[in-house]
């Protein structure tokens, strides 16, 4: 039984990150998430998902996994929650970090007491049997990750991806799949190809330095276009800006492009705790009151916040027309 102690709201003493236990270390110059978020300025809908996000251990708890890349500061369920009450969200979907590689326990525990309030989505191996996506699927895990950062994971076999987007599609599960834009060539065929409907995470990871009409967006663009499976997370303004906080200037028109184009496959998430960030650790309230540059008009943020996310993670308790 996992302990579920209420956290200290962000910006107080005991909101601050703590080093991971369990005989774990935090990798030395690891970047703490933000010990004292601003109240966003922007209010979000009621209802809104913050549709990207993650645990990390605690690891006294959920020890992280031995193949992992990196060893992250703790950054537990409790926390998360306080954080979703503090920017004013109501629901979260909590993704499985790579650092507890197909150990999902703490992402499934996170989800599971949520009292519905949030999904999961696992990193499962092709050895995943059915029980066990049964049971997950119980729990409130609604998809996969498939990763391609070579920085975060080994390298996965495609056919064992295929085999697994297949065996989760018929529990109506979808496909997370994060790739850096360079390998959007390589890939494109492939994920247009997977039976599932697939969230590309982070817009394929786009250099928001070029401008937004530019041939590399325009082949994510595409990708979208011809492929009304695909879905994409306008997230990450901390990994992908070069003109930085708190106003990330040059990521704006990129999410913009895409929330305008398709209104309907787009979700947004703060990306908290921020893992392997390397140059600033973003304030969670500053990127939420990003949202209506990217998302300017009520109906494009209902859709952004609420609709989509409701859609694809809760669709039996969602009532909006497509
Ligand atoms: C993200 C991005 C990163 C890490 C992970 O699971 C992870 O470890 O997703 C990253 O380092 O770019 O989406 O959180």
Redesign the pocket.
């Known amino acids: 039984m996992s302990s579920d102690v209420k956290a200290a709201v962000p910006g107080t003493p005991g909101w601050a990150a703590e080093p991971a236990g369990g005989g774990f270390t935090t990798d030395a110059g690891w970047l703490d998430f933000h010990g004292a978020p601003v109240k966003p300025s922007y209010v979000p809908p009621p209802g809104a998902v913050d549709a990207?996000c993650?645990v990390f251990g605690p690891g006294a708890e959920f020890s992280y996994a031995p193949e992992r890349?990196?060893t992250p500061c703790d950054a537990g369920k409790a926390k998360l929650r306080a954080l979703r009450d503090y920017l004013g969200f109501s629901r979260n979907v909590v993704?499985?970090?790579?650092?507890?590689g197909a150990d999902n326990r703490a992402m499934v525990d996170a989800v599971s007491s949520s009292n519905g309030l949030a999904r999961g989505v696992a990193t499962v191996r092709r050895s995943v049997t059915d029980a066990e996506l049964a049971a997950m699927d119980a729990a409130g895990v609604r998809g996969v990750?498939f990763?391609f950062?070579k920085?975060?994971?080994d390298t996965t076999p495609r056919d064992e991806l295929v085999e697994i987007a297949t065996r989760v599609a018929k529990l109506g599960w979808h496909v997370v799949i994060?790739f850096e834009a360079a390998e959007l060539p390589e890939l494109y065929d492939f994920i247009a190809s997977l039976p599932a409907t697939v969230v590309v995470?982070?817009m394929g990871?786009p250099d928001v330095t070029k401008p937004v009409d530019n041939p590399e967006f325009a082949l994510f663009e595409k990708l979208m276009a011809d492929n009304p499976q695909v879905w994409s997370k306008v997230?990450?303004p901390d990994?992908l800006s070069a003109s930085g906080p708190p106003h990330y200037d040059d990521f704006v028109p990129f999410a913009r492009r895409l929330v305008e184009r398709f209104p309907d496959r787009v979700l947004w998430g703060t990306?908290w705790p921020?893992?392997?960030?390397k140059t600033h650790m973003p304030d969670d309230g500053a990127l939420v009151n990003i949202i209506p540059r990217i998302a300017p008009t009520a109906e494009l943020q209902q859709r952004l916040l609420v609709d989509n996310p409701m859609r694809l993670y809760w669709p039996e308790e969602c009532c909006s027309k497509d």
Do not use: F
């Open positions: 990207h993650h890349k990196y993704v499985q970090a790579t650092c507890h990750r990763n950062v920085r975060l994971v994060y995470d982070h990871r997230t990450c990994r990306d921020h893992p392997n960030l």
